[in-house]
Each structure stands twice: as C-alpha cells, then as structure tokens.
C-alpha cells in the first residue's frame, strides 16, 4: 500500500536537552497520535522515529520504500530534535539531501514541518536554500489541521489556508 504521509520524528530528548537526568530518551507521541488520526481519516501514515540517528544511506532508503507518486506529504516534527544547532537535527545538506530525494521520487510532494517548535526552526538555523524547498509549517498539535490539510491537498486545488 502507497504512503500518503511520511512523518520523520525523532526521540523525545526533553530531560537530556534540559540537563535533567531522570527523563530517559523515548519515542515522542505527537506524530504517532497524527497518524492515528490520519489514518481514522483514510490517509495511509507512516511514522519513522529516531531519524536524526540514521546515515543519509538509510535514509535515503527510507524514502525510496516509502516515498511514491501517491505520496502528498513529506513531514519533519520539529518539536523534540535532539540537535537544535542544525536545521531538523540534522546538518543542511543532509536534510536537502532527503527533501531532493523525495522530490526526485515524487517533484509535487509537500515538505511539512511541524510542532510546537516549529518556529524555531526558522532563521537563521534554516538558510534560504533549505527554507525554499518548505512548503507549509504547521504550529503546535497538529490532530486535525493536518487530516485537513491532506484533504484539501488530495482534491488537487490550491490550498485556502496558511497554518502558522
């Protein structure tokens, strides 16, 4: 089965980035809560975690797996990254690296960033290069902003809203 949304999340650091031993390093829930929503909406979902702790080789396997002409979305949540001195928790070129790839896959697929961190992403950590291949940053929990906005991508239409 096709993979309409791809959602690269990565672990749920928040003690570690906030020097507080006790919080171990685990999945982070808000992507799997979307996808769980996106698929109770009819999208087929499918989350990776941890992707800041892939080689650019596996990644780019990744996306070749997943990643296909049915594909809309291409997601980064942005809200726990382990490493917030690079954009995405990767470096630049590793994460234009993965969009291009999923491009090559896919020229109209939609690169989303979202998060309750999602600003921070921006500027300057994001130079222009990477910023032009981002096509909709959605702010904060996302469980019905996105099934939406999947929706209005899916009739083909331009899309009526901005979400930030």
Known sequence: MDTEV??????????????????????YAGPHRLATELRDNGVTCRVIDYFTEFSLEQLTKIVERFVSKKTLIVGFSCTFLRDRHEPLG????SVLSI?????????????????ATVTQTGSPQLKLEL?????????????YLLPQLVSQLKTGLPVKWTAT
């Open 99 to 115: 969009i291009k790839a999923c491009k090559k896959i896919n020229p109209y697929v939609h690169i989303v960033l979202g998060g």
């Open 131 to 143: 910023e032009k291949h981002i096509d909709f940053r959605l702010l904060g929990q996302c469980d």
């Open 6 to 27: 791809l959602i690269f999340s990565d672990v749920n650091s928040s003690g570690h980035q906030h020097n507080i031993p006790s919080l171990p390093f685990s999945r």
């Open 90 to 93: 990767r470096s630049q070129d």
